[in-house]
């Protein structure tokens, strides 16, 4: 009985120390976001953008005191952020709406809290 408990006290221990990994390797790197389009939330000027990246989620918060990109997780927990003005957050939603159809590339530099987006789709990092 007492084996049991110190494998799984091991397994939770080496589970936390991947998932505390992981979250650092997103913070160290560089990535992109393949956007398809954007979905309205509840909230005005709060959009999911329908999206293929590192994160489950990404929402474009253009209504909060501090706007900007908020990566969360499947439970919608705030991982990462950029900060964006008000015009950069209303220019990246115009761009995001007026490409629909089409795949945006977002090139997220989460060190320096920076983005370029590719309206072509084609320059992802």
Not at 10 to 24: D, G, Q, R, W, Y
């Amino acid at each position: 009985m007492e084996r049991k408990k110190i494998i799984v006290i091991l397994l939770l221990l080496v589970s936390f120390s991947l998932e505390i990994k992981a979250n650092n390797l997103k913070k160290e790197k560089d990535f992109s976001i393949e956007i398809m389009g954007i979905v309205e939330t509840p909230y005005d000027y709060i959009f999911r953008l329908e999206q293929k990246s590192l994160y489950p989620k990404v929402n474009l918060d253009c209504q909060s005191f501090f706007n900007g990109l908020h990566f969360l997780s499947k439970e919608e927990e705030i991982i990462d952020k950029i900060i964006l003005d008000h015009h950069e957050c209303e220019q990246l939603f115009l761009m995001i709406q007026k490409k629909e159809k089409e795949s945006i590339c977002l090139n997220v530099y989460l060190k320096e809290g920076n983005l370029s987006l590719d309206q072509s789709g084609s320059n992802c990092l």
